[in-house]
């Protein structure tokens, strides 16, 4: 039980275009997912917390309009991040709360990741 | 300002020795601090999770040690086998914010 997927787990693009990328909690419901970006040997940077029918909050120095995220449903959240740049190239990271299990446990489920490369 | 601070940033250990990795925080309001496990082209998996009311938790080979006094938390690997071998970070959250802060991780190489 317990597990996030992510689509794709690897995108190459050209710079200027938007690229999106689907969190997804199979096997239970999320009010809360969570998005990080990790560059290579490094920890992981929180970017945004995504909330399902409210706007995301962002973290200080994350660009709003650059890193959409949208979360319609308990189990999907997506990351569209716009005209992209080389420097955005990066593997994102989300993570989910299990909406049932939210007074009782802070353990969050990490997807797989997806690796973003922008030419 | 570093939250979190994890060290060392690599160890190398032998077959069936122990691993230590150390964290230490600073802002006292944190209340859950949980080790996840990072696999190369991987997304991390949570190993052991503890609270500040508990001073020791065990789970299998993984255990961890907290020192509220001290604002330290360390993960104990015994019996360290070259499946161990990954990138471990310890984080940090608190209340019902539940946003993580990591460290900046450990690299673990177990040799054979």
């Known amino acids: 039980g317990a597990v996030v997927s992510q689509h794709p787990s690897w995108v190459i693009c050209k710079s200027g275009t938007s690229v999106k990328i689907e969190c997804r909690s199979l096997?239970?419901?999320?009010?809360?997912m969570f998005w990080y970006r990790q560059f290579p040997k490094q920890s992981l940077m929180l970017m945004a917390t995504?909330?399902?029918?409210?706007?995301?909050?962002?973290e200080q120095g994350v660009e709003k309009d650059k890193f959409l995220i949208n979360h319609a449903s308990l189990t999907l959240s997506t990351l569209t991040v716009t005209s992209a740049h080389p420097e955005d190239s990066s593997f994102y990271i989300c993570?989910?709360?299990?909406?049932?299990?939210?007074?009782?446990?802070?353990?969050?489920?990490f997807g797989p990741g997806t690796r973003l490369t922008v030419l | 300002q570093q939250q979190v601070k994890q060290s060392p940033q690599s160890l190398i250990v032998q077959k069936g020795g122990i691993s230590i990795i150390n964290c230490a925080y600073e802002?006292?309001?944190?209340?859950?601090f949980p080790w996840y496990q990072q696999f190369p082209g991987k997304g991390p998996a949570l190993l052991i999770a503890?609270?500040?009311?508990?001073s020791e938790k065990k789970e299998g080979r993984f255990t961890i040690s907290f020192n509220k006094s001290a604002k330290q938390f360390s993960l104990h690997i015994m019996d360290s086998q070259p499946g161990d071998s990954a990138t471990y970070f310890c984080?940090?959250?608190?209340?019902?914010?539940?946003?993580?802060?990591f460290g900046k991780g450990t690299l673990l190489t177990v040799n054979p």
């Open positions: 802002n006292t309001a944190f209340d859950y």
């Open positions: 096997d239970f419901q999320a009010t809360t």
């Open positions: 995504s909330n399902e029918g409210s706007k995301a909050t962002y």
């Open positions: 993570s989910a709360r299990d909406h049932l299990l939210a007074g009782r446990t802070d353990t969050q489920y």
């Open positions: 503890i609270r500040p009311d508990v």
């Open positions: 984080a940090a959250s608190k209340g019902s914010n539940y946003k993580l802060t």
